[in-house]
T-cell receptor
Framework: NAGVTQTPKFQVLKTGQSMTLQCAQD?????MYWYRQDPGMGLRLIYY???????DKGEVPNGYNVSRLNKREFSLRLESAAPSQTSVYFC????????????????FGAGSRLTVL | DQQVKQNSPSLSVQEGRISILNCDYT??????FLWYKKYPAEGPTFLIS?????DKNEDGRFTVFLNKSAKHLSLHIVPSQPGDSAVYFC??????????FGQGTRLTINP
């Protein structure tokens, strides 16, 4: 039971290069999310997909695009990477509906560390 | 505009004592609050949550307290153990939509 799998785990880019972070979940979750974690800023939502076929902007969407390829997969694309996008990126998924202890909570992947030079 | 704030970047506690992590929020519409724990090189994992209709929720060594009038949330860990050393994030949500996270507090349990 893999949960949420992110690839790659590490990536170094030059300014202006493009890349796609891949995320896949095997828990049959409907909703998927991309967060970035920066020192002193916590986890900030970039984009999310409440269900297959829908995507919405989060707090910090500028410079990113997403694709909900199917129910399992949600990718994050940087079209022209900038040093400000150096961060650790986390993908997460959940069932929709009310939060409750132990159920319907966000399950995170292990993260993808991206450095833009 | 940080809607969820954890004002203590770090906390150091002796093993066996109580750890208290604090979180403040500004949006009175938040109706659910969660705490996540994160070890280095891993994703955050769910720890405990509380609905806005409650003021306390307990799960083993972990208790979350909610003070709605003060817009304040706290996590108590008793007794603290070395394995509790991690970064703790509080998070809040409106109507089961996306979670808004605080900046995190790094807890270190000293033997």
């Amino acid at each position: 039971n893999a949960g949420v799998t992110q690839t790659p785990k590490f990536q170094v880019l030059k300014t202006g290069q493009s890349m796609t972070l891949q995320c896949a979940q095997d828990m049959n979750h409907n909703s998927m999310y991309w967060y970035r974690q920066d020192p002193g800023m916590g986890l900030r939502l970039i984009y999310y997909s409440a269900s297959e076929g829908t995507t919405d902007k989060g707090e910090v969407p500028n410079g990113y695009n997403v694709s909900r390829l199917n129910k399992r997969e949600f990718s994050l694309r940087l079209e022209s990477a900038a040093p400000s996008q150096t961060s650790v990126y986390f993908c997460a998924s959940r069932y929709p509906g009310q939060w409750s202890s132990g159920a319907n909570v966000l399950t995170f992947g292990a993260g993808s560390r991206l450095t833009v030079l | 505009d940080q809607q969820v704030k954890q004002n203590s970047p770090s906390l150091s506690v002796q093993e066996g004592r109580i750890s208290i992590l604090n979180c403040d929020y500004t949006n009175s519409m938040f109706d659910y609050f969660l705490w996540y724990k994160k070890y280095p090189a891993e994703g955050p994992t769910f720890l405990i949550s509380i609905s806005s209709i409650k003021d306390k929720n307990e799960d083993g060594r972990f208790t979350v307290f909610l003070n709605k009038s003060a817009k304040h949330l706290s996590l108590h860990i008793v007794p603290s153990q070395p394995g509790d050393s991690a970064v703790y994030f509080c998070a809040a949500s409106v109507a089961a939509q996306k979670l808004v996270f605080g900046q995190g507090t790094r807890l270190t349990i000293n033997p």
